[in-house]
């Protein structure tokens, strides 16, 4: 992980008997797109705030883009960030020029450099020629990219993007995840809350699961990891004739399932050095080998095993 | 002017000019005021006895003050809440932009059109009385003193009332509230404006000045108090000032 550009330790936050966050620790690396998951009601928008100053934690501390997080860091703090909320916010009055001088203007940016910014803005996520449409007129898509364009204008280090296809039809989620890995290439800090684990899976380079507490962190690949054992899927013409002989005398296997005809699930402790110890053993019994892959966990399986576990140790 | 006071200005002005509410109010209003003590004032017969024409002048002229007063409350009902309730506010708290810059730049802009219109319906009763009116009224209407005490109070009045306005704009959860809430707190300083416009308390140059160095200071005041009560956390959540005790208290 490069140097951390957020840094959060023991941050809590309640609000009255409520507590919407609960001693979160993690780190963000400069550049990194950092995927923060979590069920309705998790805490992930207070994050969110608590990092931007918007609302101030109970206890705990954080750092943003080398700022801080405190009552009187906030307009630098501010200055280096933006945060894009789940509505786009536009003043649907304005036009999509209007709206975003506006914001220029708020981030201390002369009229003069802001027509500049504000075009090559909208370029970025392909709004150039609506510039003088009234914001109010747009689709929802085009709103949110006219919400992406207006954080962008202060080209900020650290990006705040809260659930930025919440919403949004297959194309213009398409459109606005290019934008976020636009964004990657050109070195911004990316921390991206979500719902959708496919979406997190493809953009982030490492993930936190929170359901007011952090339950896990890591790349996809590590939390796979952390959660599920290793297995290897074995599929056979017709069942194997002794399994247990042939399955479990491989050096590394850990247990054996078999789950239809001619299919066992293997588990074992390092799929890469069993693997061909496995195939070899299976074709020596005399069995058709007919494929033998390793079990792979989606991030959906990492997220909804953390969330029943949450909701047993809740009954 | 500070860029960011300049920016909030500008947008709030853009906006205003696209409301249709707005925009029929700050009409309507200042031609009913205008049109009402025209009427009175020219209608007062000669030979009507002084007491009565004091009183009519007096009637006419609370009414000039009342424009600083009653236009900004409509505008600033808008000013916090209308931003909540369409989902502007969050980005805009997001921005380095501070508390008092916000608050002023929103201020201005419901003042400075309020006092436009106000000094230009003063003018026009002014000189439609001078061309018509018995010279009792004439005499009452063109004492130098209220064109003092207009063109002082009408800013500072106005300042005034959108800081209430915008007090309660932050703490009111609804637009119609906010306004309703900030006519009735007005009421008090009609009372007071009442007294020299009746000639209860007399009107003199003196008066005016002394009058309008107090308001200045309760205007100044105004704005620090409710740039302290403006908080972003409670703004956002029902919640607010919860961190922790060794927190600084002074805020950007």
């Known amino acids: 992980m490069n140097a951390p550009a957020i840094r959060a330790d023991g941050l809590t936050k309640r609000f009255g008997s ?41 206890s705990g501390s954080a750092e943003v883009a080398g700022v801080p997080v405190s009552r009187t860091t906030g307009p630098e703090l501010r200055r280096r960030i933006a945060i894009m909320p789940e509505a786009p916010g536009l003043y649907l ?6 709206n975003l001088e506006y914001f220029a203007g708020l981030h201390g940016i002369t009229r003069a450099a802001a027509s500049g910014r504000i075009m090559a803005a909208l370029e970025t996520v392909g709004m150039a020629a609506r510039a003088n449409d009234m914001a109010g007129s747009l689709s929802k898509g085009l709103r949110q990219r006219a919400a992406l364009a207006r954080t962008l204008l202060s080209d900020p280090q650290v990006l705040f993007l809260d659930e930025p296809t919440s919403g949004l039809d297959p194309v213009a ?37 929170m359901n007011r507490t952090l339950r896990i962190q890591g790349s996809p690949d590590e939390l796979r990891r952390q959660l599920f054992s290793s297995a290897i899927e074995v599929a056979t013409r017709g069942p194997i004739d002794d399994p247990n002989a042939v399955l479990g005398a491989v050096p590394g296997v850990t247990g054996w399932s078999g789950v239809g005809d001619g299919r066992y699930t293997v588990n074992v402790t390092d799929p890469v050095a069993v693997a061909p110890v496995l195939a070899r053993a299976v074709v020596g019994s005399g069995a058709d080998l007919l494929r033998l892959a390793e079990v792979r966990h989606s991030l959906e ?15 | 002017m500070n860029l960011r006071v300049a920016a909030v200005l500008r947008k709030e002005l853009r906006e205003y000019r696209r409301n249709k509410f707005v925009v029929g109010t700050m009409i309507t209003l200042p031609v009913i005021f205008l049109v009402i003590p025209i ?16 009183a009519v002048v007096g009637a006419a002229n609370l009414t000039f003050f009342l424009v600083p007063l009653i236009l900004p409350t409509v505008i600033s009902g808008y000013a916090v809440i209308g931003e909540r309730e369409q989902g502007t506010l969050e980005p805009v708290l997001s921005t380095p932009v501070l508390e008092r810059e916000l608050l002023l730049g929103k201020a201005l802009a419901a003042v400075i059109p309020s006092i436009g219109i106000a000094y230009a319906l003063f003018l026009a009763y002014s000189v439609a009385v001078r061309a018509v009116a018995i010279p009792e009224a004439v005499h009452l209407v063109w004492e130098p003193a209220r064109f003092v005490g207009m063109a002082l109070f009408a800013p500072l009045l106005s300042a005034f009332s959108i800081w209430v306005s915008l007090a309660i704009s932050v703490r009111a959860n609804d637009v119609r509230v906010a306004q309703q809430l900030s006519g009735l707190a007005m009421l008090p300083m009609i009372g007071l404006i009442a007294l020299f416009t009746f000639s209860i308390v007399a009107p003199t140059v003196g008066v005016a000045f002394v009058g309008a160095a107090v308001l200045a200071v309760i205007d100044v005041a105004a704005w620090r108090v409710v740039s302290t009560m403006f908080d972003r956390e409670r703004l956002l959540t029902r919640y607010g000032r919860s961190g922790p005790a060794d927190w600084p208290s002074n805020r950007g």
Request: proline residues 3%; aromatic residues 6%.
């Open chain 2, 39 to 54: 009427v009175n004032v020219l209608t007062i017969r000669p030979g009507t006895d002084v007491g009565a024409v004091k």
């Open chain 1, 173 to 209: 989620t398409r459109e606005v995840r290019e934008l976020i890995e636009g964004l990657r290439s050109r070195g911004v800090t990316v921390f991206l809350t979500t719902h959708r684990l496919e979406e997190a899976e493809r953009l982030c380079d490492r993930i936190a699961i």
């Open chain 1, 301 to 315: 399986d990492v997220y909804l095993q953390l969330v029943q576990e949450d909701v047993e140790a809740e009954e």
């Open chain 1, 93 to 98: 009055r304005l036009t999509v020029f209007d």
């Open chain 1, 18 to 58: 409520r507590t919407a966050l609960q001693d979160l620790t993690f780190q963000v690396g400069a550049g990194e797109v950092f995927g923060f998951l979590g069920p309705n009601g998790a805490g992930k928008t207070t994050t969110v705030r608590v990092l931007g100053t918007l609302v101030h934690p109970t």
